[in-house]
């Protein structure tokens, strides 16, 4: 079966360099490429982190491209407490020598999705949806070269990360998400009601660092500074590893539950922006926009992760 063309958006961040790596690692991926957004951190930290991680992967030919600096209409809102003052603390990782790709993250999705066969390209999205909805803003023509857009992002039953109502991928830029579950592509989204019944374990990052290889303890030094955050502030013995939901979902989707259902994003009110409006129960009328995602098989989940950063050097 040929590879399946996909373009990861990202904000890195120790859960992204996890997807990211999960995806370097399988070649049921052709990864085109990585577009980097502000959101964890500014961008001049997080397309720096992209770019370690793929020199980490061993994989210094991909293309990396710096989007957008900050949201559509709101100030920036980065998670330093959460990430660290690099985004990527937790192990040393040395500067990147692969350089950074002179174009603009919108302009290149643009330019690469017109190139492509209708459905052609999955967006795998783990950060602030800003660079995406610019390019929908920019070319709308490019919707249906989109095979589909698997997102980190949203809650519902679970609430929010960044506020009660939000998360964090959302709350940073509502408005761009708005921009994306209005489209029409079809949307698969990982939310906090899915990303928080899959915590990480001390054996399970005990196990990579036992893998004996670079990426293994390196991934076991980030997810031991990240969880810290999360198993405080919730009280549990680890911490959810959100954005390698996407990558996993596309590998293995029968480890995934979930349904159809309208989502709608407030960008009104302060007390609730960025909030998912998850009509689970169908109650509104409006039509479904979105796959929503609330089931994970978890012990399948980490096996997959921990096999595949296995094949890393
Ligand atoms: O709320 C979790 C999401 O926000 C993850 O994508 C994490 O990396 C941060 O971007
Ligand atoms: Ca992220």
Known sequence: MAPRPIIIDTDPGQDDAIAILLALASPEF????????????????????????????????TKVFAGCARPMMRSLVTAEEVHGKTGLDGPELPDP?????????????????????????????????TNVAAAL???????GKIAEIVMM?????????????AEFNIYVDPHAAHVVLSSGVKITMHPLDVTHKALMTRTWIDSLKALGNRTGAAAAAMLDFYERFDMEKYGEDGGPLHDPCVMAFLLQPDLFQGKDCNVQVETGSELTMGMTVVDWWGVSGRPANCHVINQIDAAGFYSLIHDRLARLP
């Open 153 to 165: 992002g949203g809650g519902f039953f679970e609430g929010g990360n960044v506020t009660p109502a």
């Open 137 to 143: 803003v920019k070319a709308p023509d490019i919707a």
């Open 97 to 129: 020598a692969m350089a950074l790709q002179d174009q603009h993250a919108v302009d290149w999705l643009v330019e690469t999705l017109r190139a492509a066969a209708p459905g052609g390209i999955t967006l795998c999205t783990l950060g602030p949806l």
């Open 30 to 61: 052709d990864v085109l490429g990585i577009t980097v957004v502000a959101g964890n951190v500014p961008l001049k930290l997080t397309e720096m982190n992209a770019r370690k991680i793929c020199e980490l992967a061993g994989k210094p030919e």
